[in-house]
């Protein structure tokens, strides 16, 4: 019997009902799965005929079993949605996960319909595209973001998004390096880690993963690391502007940073997905950081920049100068993982990347950054006037506010118990995230504004 | 492609920068900021991190195999400029995807600029309705859940997190010859052990040898027990589809060793005979198998990258923990969802009119390796596959691969893949692909025909 036997009732999956299925009309990312609770997990075999007890006798990789819960942002999903179905009448307003709303510009998503129009034609048909990404795309990706800083077209590696390039990083680093973090930081690096086995196991007192080097980042470090107490890692993960606490590092921080990482011999690898967020003149690249090229890979990502949370792109940078302690070249190993684990963005999204490079895509990108920067601003406006220590919002779309002596938790489920707004509870990020909640600027201007007048009622 | 060498490496220069207020600002993202300029200073150092690198990847014996044929093209190109080449290599895709499928991609790229049509992440593990016309349209008579559907952006890349999934201290089973992915991926995560120069394996992977001998399927009796058993069914390179007996016995062992079976189902669309076309068709699969897939070769989807794996609930480690539980795990840290714009046209693929007209495609490559197949048996010489698989497998006895791809390539101007690029098992015969335009499939046909008559 053939497939196309198998079609014996039409099916109608049309275009409007992928856009209308209840499983995006509150960005439901609902998992139906077992639920999880915290390391507890209950088998869901359903099978029709008989109960089956059968397991094979593969053992579960014990690096996953040192995985505290699910990862943070389904968590805070799953609360979300329980909470709508106490509440079905709220109206949840979403500042939790970094997500973007704003529609993106015209000029991009007309070059993404080009192309998968052109797809349908014998001359603009393209099958594989290099594992690294379209030419044209590196090449302005090279030019743009990293124009005078001797970064070339071979240097940038496109994906599917820096969360994934996270990972790939991780696969070529491999499970005997060890990983410094700031805490508290963007949770795929100690999960990513945990996963490939570079950690001990979590220490539920100090709420962090054996092997880890925490780096403090904290109001009265100015969320810059104390370097001369931190002890020395392989690989050092820093990210500025920074997810969550939203502080953008200075030229003389990162100075001092490469140093750092120069006289430990370490690698460190920069994540500026918020780049365009920073108002002032922070550095946007590493490698504006004189020896950087010897000591640091970049990510990167048009997640923030173009609403591209869905449609998925990002880059790498890695310098030909970057070698590991052999000599050997770490862009050639990267190469490798790239053309074996991965298969390239997808064309269609890479003629986006392209467009949002143009000068008109480059215009349009600002003005919608420029948009969730106001709103970041109105955010931190109002827990200003309430009285709150603030922090972030000018340079990345994060605000961090303190709750000083409060579980974050228990802030962030009062605040949306008693206010339907979702945050993200600071010790999501780590230890160090504990007594901070963070709310980001992403969402609709009346949603942002009718959030924080709530805000306003709650704490006045 | 990689081009560094050794000695560009050593001649590393030192960068200095200064910032120079006066300097217009090119650079639109920095409006605000005085431009860093670059001086040159030309001095010879070379500063090397005290980072280890990965022995894993040191393991790992030349370039992934595509890009090293690659670089034959380019240096054939090089010698013969004029030469009309033709590509049976690279399994890559050529003729156009159908216009509905297109089309949706295109109108749902528009709406991303409109209010309503804008939309951010999606779930990691895919749209709801694509998983579950997965499920209903491609596994209609064997029940799986559209809750097991995961989608991802493409069997390389799920291939890469299933062995993030079962880490370094599983051992794997592979089919001898395989497509490269399966060892290589094994390599880099750490479970492979050494290389053996001698038999051309790695030492902890157990190669189940497949050729015209055993009918292309392993001996099971004479196969250790692993873990994890990678089985490719219709397979890439050999284009054998395997029987149902036979995916009974591979169940049937995988049940006593307690194994799992990682099923490569990228081209069950191929199949013409009663072949099964995915491994659920086998009672008692899903308490022992997972399902890899692809839209590439079913929907000429390679550049635009769209796939799926199936977990089935029933599917538990030996502690009783279910595998979906850690692979959504995984799937929630270490991927964040295929493109929302690829995953509309997988949604039109399986629209009834949809799956019409991706078929339709795969009938023309079919004819395709008709023709070739055709052609090559007309030869005389010894061919494979083909029936259900857009490859061909021809057999060369006593014959090196890389000098019968060579050789090929240097009177034909064919590009194909020398067998023994996909494992030890392949040496002495070639793969063709029988994806193109049928003038350039008749051309090598022609080619073929004038070079060994």
């Not at chain 1, 009448?89 to 979403?94: E, F, L, P, Y």
């Not at chain 2, 431009?35 to 990847?57: D, F, M, S, Y």
């Not at chain 2, 055709?374 to 857009?390: C, F, M, R």
């Amino acid at each position: 019997m053939s497939l196309t036997q198998h079609l014996s009732t039409s099916i109608s999956f049309s275009s409007s009902s992928f856009l209308s299925s209840s499983g995006f009309t509150f960005r439901n990312r609902d998992v139906s799965l077992p639920s999880e609770n915290f390391g507890i997990c209950r088998c869901v075999a359903t099978p029709q005929e008989e109960k089956t007890t059968y397991k094979t006798k593969v053992s579960r990789n014990a690096n996953m079993a040192k995985l505290q819960a699910g990862y943070l942002f389904p968590e805070i999903a799953r609360k979300r949605n329980a909470h709508l179905q106490k509440y079905p009448d709220s109206k949840v307003i979403s500042l939790g996960i970094g997500d973007t709303t704003e529609p993106i510009p015209e000029v991009i998503t007309s070059a993404m319909a080009k192309r998968s129009q052109a797809l349908s034609t014998l001359e603009g048909y393209s099958g594989y595209g290099a594992e690294q990404g379209e030419k044209p795309l590196r090449a302005a990706i090279a030019s743009t973001f990293y124009g005078d800083l001797g970064i070339e077209e071979d240097d940038i590696f496109v994906s599917d998004g820096a969360k994934c390039d996270i990972s790939r990083l991780q696969v070529l680093f491999g499970s005997e390096v060890t990983i410094a973090v700031q805490d508290p930081s963007y949770p795929a690096y100690v999960d990513s880690s945990v996963i490939i086995g570079q950690t001990g196991f979590y220490e539920k007192d100090a709420e962090k993963y054996g092997k880890i080097e925490y780096m403090r980042c904290n109001p009265e470090n100015g969320f810059f690391p104390d370097l001369p107490k931190v002890s020395r890692a392989d690989i050092i993960l820093f990210c500025s502007p920074n997810n969550p606490t939203g502080s953008a590092a200075t030229r003389e921080q990162l100075t001092r940073l490469v140093q750092f990482a120069k006289e430990k011999g370490s690698i460190i690898v920069y994540d500026s997905a918020y780049a365009m967020y920073i108002t002032d003149d922070k550095p946007r690249s590493i490698f504006e950081i004189p020896g950087a090229k010897e000591v640091a890979l970049e990510t990167a990502s048009f997640s923030k920049y173009a609403g591209f949370t869905g449609v998925r792109l990002g880059w790498t940078v890695i310098p030909k100068e970057l070698l590991f302690s052999d000599g050997f070249p770490v862009a050639k190993d990267f190469n490798r993982i790239v053309c074996t684990c991965f298969n390239g963005a997808s064309n269609v999204v890479q003629a986006g990347g392209l467009a949002c490079l143009s000068p008109e895509g480059r215009s349009a990108m600002q003005k919608v950054v420029g948009f969730y920067k106001e709103n970041a601003d109105i955010i931190m406006d109002t827990f200003n006037s309430l009285g709150f220590n603030v922090y972030g919002g000018r340079n990345a779309p994060y605000v961090w506010v303190h709750f000083p002596g409060l579980s974050s938790w228990d802030v962030f489920s009062e605040i949306l118990e008693k206010t339907h707004v979702v945050t993200t509870p600071g010790s999501g990020f780590g230890p160090g995230g504990e007594g901070f909640i963070r709310v980001s600027a992403f969402g609709h201007r009346d949603n942002v504004l009718e959030a924080c007048r709530r805000f306003k009622q709650l704490y006045k | 492609m990689w081009n560094l060498s050794l000695n560009k490496i050593c001649k590393l220069k030192m960068y200095n920068f200064s910032t120079c207020n006066a300097m217009p600002c090119r650079n639109f993202l920095w409006p605000m900021i005085p431009q860093a300029r670059l001086e040159i200073q030309k001095e010879r150092v070379v500063c090397h991190t005290r980072v280890q690198r990965n022995v894993n990847l040191e393991k790992l014996q030349n370039g992934y195999l595509f890009p090293e044929i690659s670089m034959h093209e380019l240096q054939h190109i090089r010698k013969y400029p004029d030469a009309k080449l033709i590509n049976l290599g690279i399994g890559d895709t050529t003729e156009p995807i159908p216009d509905i499928v297109a089309v949706s991609m295109a109108e749902y790229a528009h709406a991303l600029s409109t209010v309503e049509g804008y939309r951010g992440y999606g779930a990691e593990q895919g749209n709801k309705a694509l998983r579950k016309a997965i499920a209903e349209t491609l596994y209609k008579d064997v029940q799986v859940k559209d809750s097991e559907v995961f989608v991802s952006d493409g069997s390389q890349c799920d291939i890469t997190r299933l062995q993030l999934l079962l880490g370094s201290n599983v051992t794997m089973a592979v089919q001898d010859p395989s497509f490269p992915a399966y060892i290589d991926t094994s390599v880099i995560i750490g479970q492979a052990g050494d290389f053996e120069e001698k038999s051309g394996k790695f030492g902890n992977i157990e190669y189940m040898n497949c050729g015209p001998q055993n009918n292309f399927f392993p001996d099971l009796a004479k196969t250790r027990r692993t873990d994890i058993i990678f089985f490719c069914s219709p397979n890439n390179p050999t284009g054998q589809a395997a029987t149902r007996q036979q995916l009974e016995e591979l169940v049937k062992f995988a049940k006593e060793n307690g194994s799992i079976i990682i099923f490569d189902s990228a081209y069950a669309v191929y199949v013409t005979d009663d072949s099964p076309r995915s491994i659920f068709e086998i009672p008692g699969a899903k308490e022992v198998a997972i399902e890899v897939s692809s839209f590439s070769k079913f929907a000429g989807f390679t550049g635009v990258r769209l796939g799926w794996t199936v977990v089935p609930e029933e599917l538990c480690f030996s502690n009783g923990f279910p595998v979906i539980n850690d692979f959504n795990r995984i799937v929630c840290t270490c991927f964040n969802g295929a493109s929302n714009i690829s995953q509309a046209g997988g949604l039109a693929c399986l629209s009834s009119e949809g799956f019409m007209a991706v078929c339709s495609v795969v009938n023309y490559y079919k004819e395709n390796a008709k023709i070739l197949l055709e052609t090559l048996a007309s030869l005389g010489l010894k061919v494979y596959g083909g029936e259900n698989a857009p490859y061909v497998w021809v057999h060369f006895p006593g014959s090196k691969s890389w000098d019968v791809f060579d050789y090929i390539l240097e009177k034909t101007h064919i590009i194909t893949v020398p067998g023994s690029g996909f494992g030890p098992g392949g040496e002495e015969f070639l793969r063709m692909s029988t994806f193109g335009h049928r003038e350039t499939i008749l051309e090598a046909s022609k080619r073929l025909k004038n070079l060994f008559s």
